[in-house]
């Protein structure tokens, strides 16, 4: 091999060599050593094996205590390997100052040359880990590697047992500061473990004292013990219950409500129920919330009721009912009473009640109410008083606890008392404002309930005599009407006759003369003429004779005749209507055709007359029948004239309303039917009537409108002029 050759070789095994090193140190552990020793040599010699053994050490020698005190508080070390005797040190000491000073998990070997068994063994109980003599480094390696696990584990343990004991202190905390009661109980009822707030929910000093005491919790606890059947039960079937509520007795006997979530204990063996555990939240104060807010609630909605009740009826009876049963369902009071006081006497007398009769025997004339009735309707103001009544030994009667007087005001009057019976929580404030509002409304509705009385009897008086005073114009005109035929028309008649004799046996010897007497008879004529027209327009013979459908007929061809264009449609059958709406219908008619006349100034008129029945209504229409089932009679007048502006059809009969609209709206109301009017300036005019058909006898006779007073008509009447 030449010498290049050579050279090469020797290049590439080092090449290798060092990458094996390199791989090898890659691999290797990294150790942090302390080492206690006073000889160099001996201290190279342990590095060596250490790092035969597969670490990467980095080190610091000492060998005085100050020096090893100074290394472990600089920095942190993996091991520590100590000999045994030193000129200024020793082994022991070390072990002590390591484990003293606060690294108890640091691991500590003695590599010495010189050491008895004896010595060894007292430095491994002072918790050195092994012992490798000098001459037998050989096992350093095996020893380390095993000091260094096993140190691992007692960190690994010391760990754990600090966390545990910081957790165990943790949820000792919570379970001591818990702001929820914490439980567990066995099945038949007894506390295993309880925390202070759960003592405090069920009022002892301490859960020591709780769980000494209580033996039975339902019977001990529960209002009612059957809730904790249902408990147990729940648990057993389900096991777990959220929001369970229930009431219990404190140990000072107050009664609160509670929830609890809990679950079911179980055997790890059998799987059975062998006990209770959960958490337990006082809930009374949101109990109490919920209560008031659930009767604010029905306050609101029983004043709302009361308001729309109130309001939409006007019978005072109702008003007493309703009004007492929304305040019974507000306040639960045992019993109440409206007493109304007579203007005459100023007694006041029971009108409506409930629940007097089991009020306790002599409860409403006790002293104190008397005082209170007479405090309330004089000082205008709501009283409270304590009814000094005691019970009977049968208790079958109610003793309440409180009453009150409300005045029911009305316009500075006070027009009688509510008188309220029952337990305390009558006299809370909130309650006595409700029913001073619902006595308030109630008075209000009872003022209008009297006003409204007060107004449809006068109404009733005006229809009255609305009736009366048309029964008398139908009375005045057929009596003008017998006047003007018996006087007047037969007087005309009479003298038109003679002048006729007169002109045949003496006639006029000069054609002047023979003028003169047949202008004088012409105008007696013309007398007749409109006496007939008189009579016919104040009561016309054809309406009692034939009834409406002849009447409007002959009336309106006496217009034709004088130049009217009408347009009449009849809807009318042939038989006869009751003689009111005959007569009314006549009248507007009549009265309708005047104002175009006097009015409109054309005589272009459209005129429909129709009777509407309802339908599948049949038989004779003087059957007894409700007016919606025997329909209507509809009249429509339509003028196409000059019309007028709203000022002029006020529609209430006010002053611009024309005085025929007027007789013609009133006719027709009283009959219960509807008048309407419509026009405009320039387009004309239309009115339309609506008149029930009543039940009643058809028309045939004045007598039948008029009453008995012109029953018996005198018989010139009936005569033809």
């Known amino acids: 091999m030449s010498g290049l050759e050579s050279d090469r070789s020797n290049t590439a095994a080092r090449a290798s060599a060092r990458s094996r090193k390199a791989s090898h140190e890659t691999q290797q552990t990294p150790l942090r050593v302390l080492l206690v020793e006073d000889s160099e040599d001996d201290a190279l010699l342990v590095l060596r094996e250490l790092r035969r053994g597969g670490y990467r050490v980095s080190h610091e020698r000492v060998d005085t205590a100050g020096g090893m005190l100074a290394a472990l508080e600089e920095r942190d070390w993996d091991l520590v390997v100590s000999d045994h005797a030193m000129p200024g040190f020793s082994a022991p000491a070390a072990l002590q100052m390591l484990r003293e000073g606060g690294w108890p998990d640091v691991p500590f070997v003695i590599v010495s040359g010189h050491i008895g068994e004896d010595a060894a063994v007292e430095v491994m109980k002072a918790g050195a880990h092994d012992y490798v003599p000098k001459d037998n480094l050989a096992r350093l390696a095996l020893v380390v590697e095993r000091a260094l696990r096993e140190a691992e584990e007692r960190r690994q343990r010391r760990r754990a047992r600090e966390e545990l004991r910081a957790a165990e202190e943790k949820y000792r905390s919570i379970f001591e500061n818990a702001v929820e009661g914490i439980f567990q109980t066995s099945l038949d009822g007894r506390f295993v473990t309880a925390n202070p707030m759960m003592a405090r929910i069920f009022g002892y000093g301490s859960p020591e004292e709780m769980i000494q005491s209580v033996h039975d919790v339902a019977e001990q606890h529960y209002v009612n013990p059957e809730r904790r059947n249902e408990f147990a039960r729940r648990l057993r079937e389900e096991g777990q219950v959220f929001d369970f509520e229930f009431q219990i007795l404190r140990k000072s006997g107050a009664v609160i409500w509670v929830s609890a979530n809990a679950r079911a204990v179980r055997d790890g063996v059998s799987g059975g129920v062998v006990g209770y555990e959960g958490t337990m939240e006082d809930i009374t104060e949101r109990k109490r919330a919920e209560e008031e807010l659930r009767r604010s609630l029905e306050r609101l ?80 103001a709501t009283q409270v008083f304590v009814p000094a009544v005691e019970a009977s030994p049968d208790g079958a009667h109610t003793v309440p606890s409180v009453g009150l007087c409300l005045p029911l005001r009305v316009r500075e009057r006070v027009m009688g008392l509510l008188e309220v019976y029952g337990p305390e929580e009558l006299a809370e404030r909130g309650v006595v404002e409700i029913l001073e509002s619902l006595t308030s409304q109630a008075a209000s509705a009872l003022e209008n309930s009297r006003l409204y009385r007060e107004l449809m009897e006068r109404e009733r008086k005006l229809q009255e005599l609305v009736g009366k005073i048309l029964v008398a114009q139908e009375e005045e005109r057929r009596r003008v009407s017998y006047d003007v035929h018996d006087g007047l028309a037969q007087v005309a008649a009479a003298a038109h006759q003679h002048l006729q004799a007169f002109a045949h046996y003496h006639p006029p010897g000069t054609e002047e003369g023979r003028e003169d007497l047949e202008y004088v008879s012409g105008l007696v004529r013309r007398t007749v003429g409109e006496a007939r027209r008189i009579i016919a327009n104040l009561r016309p013979t054809a309406l009692d004779d034939f009834g409406l459908k002849s009447a409007i007929r002959l009336h309106l061809d006496a217009l034709r005749a004088e130049g009217w264009e009408i347009y009449y449609r009849d809807g009318l059958d042939d038989e006869r209507l009751p003689a009111p709406t005959e007569t009314a219908i006549f009248r507007v008619v009549q009265e309708a055709l005047n104002n175009i006349a006097k009015h409109a100034g054309t005589r272009r008129v459209k005129l429909s007359l129709e009777k509407r029945t309802a339908q599948g209504v049949t038989g004779n229409l003087a059957a007894p029948m409700a007016p919606d089932e025997r329909g209507k009679i509809r009249l429509t007048v339509r003028d196409y004239g000059r019309g007028f502006g709203p000022e002029h059809t006020g529609g209430g009969g006010g002053p611009g309303e024309r005085v025929g609209l007027t007789g013609m709206r009133e006719r027709i109301a009283l009959l219960g039917g509807h008048f309407r009017i419509a026009s405009s300036p320039g387009v004309g005019t239309l009115l339309v009537a609506e008149i029930p058909l009543l039940a009643g006898p058809a028309g045939a006779k004045a007598g039948d409108v008029l009453g008995p007073s012109a029953a018996a008509d005198p018989p010139a009447a009936r005569g033809r002029l």
């Open 301 to 380: 909605m029983a004043l709302h009721e009361a308001g729309s009740i109130l309001g939409s009826t006007l019978e005072p009876e109702e008003i007493g009912t309703r009004l007492l049963g929304i305040m019974r369902r507000i306040s639960g009071f045992a019993a109440a009473a409206i007493s109304m006081r007579d203007d005459a006497t100023g007694r006041l007398a029971v009108w409506r009640s409930i629940g007097l009769d089991d009020l306790e025997t002599g409860v409403r004339y006790a002293p104190a109410i008397r005082n209170a009735q007479e405090a309330a309707m004089e000082k205008d």
